[in-house]
């Protein structure tokens, strides 16, 4: 996978473009993915101190490229993680550190929470993990989504992406 964008340098609130090519291995422009949640890559983009999270979708383009426009809301590290899968092939998740120019806010300190449940406009998702979280330990995460109005189990909920709802852990 490669990666580039245009203008080279990107400048915090200027529109740039993201531009990702797949290539086998002799070199050839590779087109033929497979479409994963209605899309055929999935872009997370993911400030250093985890304050700014963006999950876009480049859109392919006549050369085989697939681009997306997005404005960087402030200078600073980012990292996009690339999410696609070619036809006949396994899942593939790829990584690239990049620098942004321009105002950097100041980093919000992050404060793990209490408990790993959250309310956000009325709804509430409790995750539970069956034991300590440890790194390098596989495990399920279990999630449990209620009206947070009256406590009873959410039911007929819209799909996004084409699955119920889904996440993203980094």
């Known amino acids: ?20 090519t797949i290539k086998n291995l002799q070199g050839e422009v590779y087109k033929d993915l497979e479409i994963i949640h209605e899309k055929p890559m999935h872009l997370i983009i993911v400030s250093e101190d985890l304050n700014e999270f963006y999950h876009l979708h480049p859109e392919p383009q006549s050369d085989g ?5 997005f404005a960087f809301p402030t200078g600073g590290k ?10 006949d092939a396994q899942q593939s998740v790829r990584d690239f550190p990049l620098q942004v120019s321009g105002g ?11 408990k790993f449940e959250k309310t956000v406009e009325g709804i509430k998702v409790l995750m539970e993990t069956g034991g300590n ?27 996004y992406l084409g ?5 993203v852990i980094i």
């Open 104 to 114: 950097i806010n100041s980093a919000k300190k992050l404060i793990p929470d209490a």
């Open 133 to 159: 979280l440890e790194s390098n330990k596989e495990m399920t995460l279990s999630f449990r989504v209620f009206d947070a109005e009256n406590g009873e189990l959410a039911e007929g909920m819209e799909k």
């Open 65 to 69: 490229s697939l681009t997306v426009n």
């Open 1 to 20: 996978l490669e990666f580039k964008s245009e203008p080279k340098e990107m400048v915090a609130d200027s529109d740039t473009k993201l531009v990702f």
């Open 78 to 87: 980012y990292r996009l993680y690339v999410d696609f899968t070619p036809k």
């Open 163 to 167: 699955e119920t709802p889904h996440y």
